[in-house]
């Protein structure tokens, strides 16, 4: 048996954050749903995701295998939906050949080898592979799944964070104090709930506050002077905190620089929220920064569901606190003030207008001044996230630079609406 | 209206500067105190008031005013000749 963990055609609703990965690669406590997937099994693992999401992923990972129909045909596959925050034991390899689904979303196809081979042609493209994999699963016996949770939008991350926050936890197994902890910082509440590893640094007046649960701080992170920290909550490798108030539920890192409030959130690596300013009930994406002052709103003044930009038009989240969603290399210029349930894309340079910043901002775009403009262009952007990276010493890759290539042109039309929109 | 009082009145309304005080020379950004976010500003009001396409890439390349002024001319024309 061997194991295929797939997107769906369902990958837009997760836009901005998957307009750059594959929606296995998104986040949710310590974890990508990926890493979490794979971690129940010992099998070798077959990926299938959009075909320009390729070339950046092999880079990434280069030993994995992306939409190989050779590898699917080699055995018995288990196919599992890469959306699933799927738990520890929570799905069986060994059965009958069926499909789980769940609210009319397959969950995981299990077939034999000799199935796949009857359906699957040499074909390497998403398409073809998922409209193969669609045909077994007409043709299976289907299970019907109640109790599962399946990642459809943005927030459903952000809300199930504190949930897997205290199951990993208990989860990774790692308890007590092997990194620097000052004299003078303080833990409130139970130690037991505290994991800091052995590079991490606590320095004086911080309190880790383990009340309401777990705190992880991973290897090399640094958490300076009058910071608070409340569980459950993970601080990623290599990740800074400076005077800052984290809450509940909030995931860290790698290598981010975190200051200001932030609650209920998750910020992937290398981004940037170093000052003060609220960020609450968001997901923000790689090399993001979001400047001093900049805070979202997460909840509306008369409490009610919060509407979220989501594959051209606003729908109603039926959530009453959503903050923003945020994708890789966004810059967010100094007091910026998002609205809730603001959607910002991939590239985009945020300039403060004084007002409440409008629920959503294409991708590569300028914003300023109350008015979308085309800016200096997509080069002019790459130079810059180029010149960020460099200050991380890192480089970005042929394949990242194709891959924002595809995003600037996927992202076009919406683009160029708005902008036409500002001019009249 | 010559393209060149139309250029200079953009400048002088974008720029907040005097419009009598513009001359041909002047660069955008060391005499005129363009910042980044002014210059992608004037790049779309010229585009506006011309209804013609500057590529980022030779919008970069305009620094004085009189560029601006032949590089709008110049457009004007090839979407003549079009």
């Known amino acids: 048996m061997k194991i295929c963990i797939f997107e769906d055609d369902k990958y837009k609703l997760l836009y901005p954050l998957s307009l750059t990965r594959p929606v296995f690669d998104l ?18 693992i077959c990926y299938l995701l959009r075909d320009y999401l390729v070339p950046f992923a092999q880079k990434k990972l280069p030993k994995a295998v992306f939409n190989d129909p050779d590898f699917l045909k080699s ?28 609210n009319d979303t397959i969950l995981y196809v299990r077939t034999k080898k000799e199935t796949i081979q009857s359906h699957f042609s040499s074909q390497f493209k998403f398409k073809t592979l998922l409209f193969s994999l669609n045909q077994i699963e007409q043709k299976l016996p289907h299970k019907e799944f109640n109790n599962v949770t399946l990642i459809t939008y943005p927030w459903d991350l952000v809300n199930n964070n504190s949930k897997i926050l205290c199951e990993d936890f208990e989860y990774t197994g790692k308890k007590g104090i092997q990194g620097s902890f000052s004299p003078q ?61 984290i809450k509940q539920g909030v995931s860290l890192g790698p290598i981010c620089r975190v200051g200001g409030e932030v609650e209920e959130s998750i910020i992937h690596g290398f981004s940037n929220k170093f000052h003060t300013g609220f960020l609450g009930h968001s ?28 594959e051209g038009e606003l729908r109603d989240s039926k959530q009453i606190k959503v903050g923003s969603f945020i994708g890789d290399h966004s810059k967010i210029g100094i007091g910026c003030l998002l609205n809730t ?84 | 209206m010559p393209v060149r009082e139309k250029v200079k009145k953009i400048v002088a309304k974008v720029l907040r500067v005097p419009e009598e005080k513009i001359r041909e020379e002047n660069r955008f950004v060391q005499d005129l105190g363009a910042e980044s976010i002014d210059s992608v500003e004037l790049m779309a009001a010229f585009e506006a008031e011309f209804n013609i396409e500057i590529p980022p890439e ?23 000749e079009k």
Not at chain 1, 34 to 40: K, L, P
Not at chain 1, 216 to 230: G, L
Not at chain 1, 341 to 354: C, F, L, M, R
């Open chain 1, 27 to 44: 986040k949710c406590g310590y974890f990508t749903l990926r890493e979490r997937i794979s971690g129940n099994f010992s099998e070798d």
């Open chain 1, 75 to 102: 055995d018995d596959i288990l196919f599992i939906n890469g959306r699933w925050l799927l738990g520890k034991g929570e799905l069986c390899l060994e059965g009958e050949e069926e499909v789980g689904v769940y």
């Open chain 1, 185 to 245: 910082a303080a833990i409130y509440g139970d130690e037991s709930k505290i994991f800091i590893a052995k590079s991490a640094q606590i320095h004086p007046f911080v309190v880790l506050d383990t009340t309401e649960g777990p705190i992880y701080i991973d290897e090399e992170a640094v958490i300076y002077p009058h910071t608070r920290i409340e569980g459950p909550s993970y601080i990623g490798k290599a990740t800074h905190i400076f005077q800052a108030n």
């Open chain 1, 283 to 310: 997901y923000v994406g790689e090399w993001v920064n979001l400047g001093a002052m900049s805070t979202t709103s997460d909840i509306k003044n008369d409490f009610s569901s919060v509407q979220v930009y989501i």
């Open chain 1, 341 to 424: 349930g603001t959607v910002v894309g991939v590239g985009a340079i945020v300039v403060p207008s004084g007002e409440v910043l409008p629920k959503f901002i294409p991708s590569f775009v300028w914003y300023l001044k109350g008015k979308f403009y085309k800016g200096y262009g997509f080069g002019k952007i790459i130079e810059g996230t180029k010149e960020q990276m460099k200050r991380r010493n890192m480089e970005m890759s042929e394949e990242e630079y194709e891959l924002l290539r595809e995003v600037f042109e996927l992202t076009k039309e919406e683009r160029n609406q708005l902008i036409a929109k500002s001019r009249r």
């Open chain 2, 58 to 80: 030779e919008g970069e390349r305009v620094q004085t005013v009189g560029e601006a002024i032949r590089y709008i001319e110049n457009k004007l024309k090839e979407k003549e």
